[in-house]
């Protein structure tokens, strides 16, 4: 068990510590980045919750550092989870506004924060683990709010040609219902974004599509023309493309971006990292297709009108 080797990890360590001490726990472990900030985030924000509340509010800043042990007491966690799930934590605002209630998939990454925490310094109490949130979706006021804050607001560190990659993949599963796995073999022939009726062919079918995403399609078909400019002999017409070289291997180097297409878990993976940093929470592209449904059904109206 962790909690008797590892420096740093035992209950008794005060919880600043001890989550510090987690976090370079799950470096050692190859852990990517983006899980390690998001149990970060939940982590702190938690001993910030619990901290507060254990302080004489007369006198902030007075109280004694809670343990590790202490931070895992059961009525602690509970009040944390409600606040949190009402938006009572956020430190910062949302697409949906600084008071939106947390998403449900945020509130069950909060609860596998704090049992990887707790299983790290030798708890064997556990929060009850929520499943995640089957059918969840954005409504389409928010997807449109996100697919907006994707376009233009990339994220601190994050690479202008990935993010907006990122935003044509998620427009264009929110006009067209699919996932991304039927939307990753996608050909730039497949998309007719001239005319009055703009549309993609997607297996089989004329797909609608909307102008923020037409708009949002022609930014990436113009960025992916810079990168697929460097290829000797023809473009093969991949629409997803990596945006960068990958890494060498066997001392063999990497194919130039657009010869081959972008890996379903390249598109995924991009996914998770920009929008958990808009949103501060992980949602998948599939949370994004019920914005498809009325803009689908307003189709057929409109051609007949």
């Known amino acids: 068990m962790p909690g008797s080797d590892v420096p740093g990890s035992g209950a008794s360590t005060q919880a ?13 472990r190859g ?23 254990a302080e004489d509010p007369e006198n902030p800043g007075t109280g004694r550092p809670l343990t590790a042990g202490e931070l895992m007491d059961a009525d602690r966690a509970r009040a944390w989870l409600e606040d949190a799930a009402a938006g009572k934590t956020r430190i910062r605002n949302t697409s949906r506004g600084p008071e939106a209630s947390a998403y449900p998939n945020s509130m069950r990454v909060r609860i596998d924060s704090v049992n990887a925490f707790a299983e790290f310094i030798g708890e064997t109490a556990r929060l009850d683990r929520q499943p995640p949130a089957r059918g969840f979706h954005l409504t389409p006021g928010d997807t449109e709010a996100l697919l907006h804050d994707l376009t233009v607001k990339r994220p601190i560190h994050a690479n202008a040609m990935t993010a907006l990659r990122t935003a044509a993949v998620a427009a264009l599963v929110a006009d067209t219902g699919r996932g991304v796995p039927e939307l990753a073999d996608l050909n730039v022939k497949a998309l007719h974004l001239d005319g009055d009726e703009p549309h993609a062919d997607v297996e089989g079918e004329q797909v609608p599509l909307t102008q923020a995403t037409v708009h949002i399609l022609t930014r990436w078909l113009a960025a992916r023309a810079s990168i697929v400019a460097d290829l000797e002999g023809s473009d093969p017409g991949h629409l997803w493309i990596p945006t960068k070289p990958g890494r060498a291997r066997g001392g063999v180097p990497s194919a130039k971006p657009g010869i081959s297409p972008a890996a379903v878990r390249t598109l995924h993976a991009s996914h998770r990292a920009l929008v958990s940093q808009l949103l501060g929470t992980p949602l998948r592209p599939g949370a994004l297709r019920a914005a498809a449904e009325p803009h689908l059904l307003a189709a057929p109206e409109q051609a007949r009108s």
């Open 16 to 28: 600043r510590d001890a989550i510090d001490a987690f976090l370079r726990h799950l470096a050692d």
């Open 31 to 53: 852990l990517s980045a983006t899980t390690r900030r998001i149990r970060k985030t939940y982590l702190n924000e938690y001993l910030r919750h619990a901290q507060g509340a």
